[in-house]
C-alpha cells in the first residue's frame, strides 16, 4: 500500500482504500482499476492524493526496516532501562519486522503475476 | 496542590478569551444537556453550521469509528454513536479546525491517540469503545489552548524542548507552573464537557492518580505512549514517556500478544495519512 499525489497516479493502478470525500462519503472504491476518466474525475473533485495498492510508485521516501527499528529505538531513549518499556519495545521492534517480512512476501507474489 | 490552583486561576485570567467556539457548538453543549432532546433536534443544528456538519460528517466517517463512509446524516451518527461522542466529535472539529493547518503533528498524534484507543478497548471487551476514542481525540486539547491563547509561553515551551531535550510536559511545568492536562481539566469545566471525556484529558499523566473512569484514562494514557511508539504524528516531542505499570494492569494489557497488537496499531495508523486523503478545499 503507498500513498501518492494525483499527479503521479497513472491509468492501470489499483486503490488500496475508498476515495471520500469531504462529508467521508465514498467517491470511489476499494480495488477500483484507475482509468483516465476516473483520474480526470477525481482530480476535479480536488482529490490530492490516493492509497494505492503495492508500491507502484518509487518516490525514494521508502524505509528499511532497519531504518525504523533505529528510529523506534531512539524514540524510546528516555524510558530505557524500564521493564514494562522494554516490552513495549521488543513488541514494536518484532511488529515492525513481521509486516517487513509481509510486504516482501506480497511484492514477491505481485512480482510473478504481473 | 493550592498554589496550582492559584496558578491556574492567573492563567485563566491571562487567557483572556477561549478559542471562539462557533455559535452553534456553544448552543450545542447547553442543549444536550436537556433530557429531552431528539437526535433530530441535534442534528438539525449541527447541520445549520454547512462547515462544521460536513467536518462532523467526515470525522464520524473515518474509520476511527467503525463505520468507515457509512454514515450519511447526522442525526443517523447521533443514533449510533450518542450524543457524548457527538459532542466531542464537534468540539474537536471545530477546535481542531486551526491544528490540522498549524498543528498537523499534533493533530496527528490525537487521530492516533483516538485509534489506538478505540483498537485497545475493542479488543479488551471495554464499555463505549467509540467515547473512550473521543476522549483520545481530546486528551491534548489543553496544547491548543496554550499555542492558541498564550502563544508567547507556547514558543518558550518549544524552545525549551529543543534546547534542553525535555518532554513537553516538563517545558510546560518550567515555563507555566501547569501542564497541558490541566489546562484541558479546566477548559473542560468551561466546555462543560461530560466527566467520561473530562477526566482521561486531565489524568492522562496520572493515570494512578484517578479515582473515576480508571479504565479509560488508562486506555488513553497507554495509547498516547504506543502512538507515540508508531512514530505517527507529533505530540510536543519526538519520545515514547513512561507507561504505568499500574494502568497497564488495570485494563489488563497482558491478556493481549503485544507485538500483535502493534502490527495491528502500526497497520491502523496508516489510515492517519489516509485521513489526509480528503480533498483539501473543505
Known sequence: MQKVPMELVRPGMVLARTVTNDAGMALCGEGTELTDTIIERLRRMNVSHLTLKGH???MGDTKTAEQKIDELRSRFTRVRNDPLMEKVLAASEQAITMLDDERKAQEAAEGEVS | MSTKVQHLKVLARKIQSLPTLPKVVEK???????PDVSPKDVGKLIS?????????????NSPFYGFPGRISSISHAIILLGFNVIKGVVLSASVFDLMERSMVGLWEHSLGSAIVSGAISRKLGLAEPEEISTAALLHDIGKVLVRVSLSADYDRIVDVVKTRQISFREAELEVLEVDHAQIGQWLSREWSLPEKLSIPIAGHHDPDGAVKFKDRVAVVHIA???VRAC???YGGDPWVGQISRKAWDTIGMDSLDLSALMKQLMEDLEEVEMYH???AGG
Open chain 1, 56 to 58: 507502484p510508485v518509487d
Open chain 2, 28 to 34: 450545542l453543549m447547553t442543549m444536550v444537556e436537556s
Open chain 2, 48 to 60: 445549520s453550521d454547512q462547515v462544521l456538519g460536513a467536518r462532523v460528517l467526515r470525522l464520524v
Open chain 2, 224 to 226: 498516547d505512549a504506543l
Open chain 2, 231 to 233: 512514530g505517527i504524528g
Open chain 2, 277 to 279: 486523503q480528503v480533498p
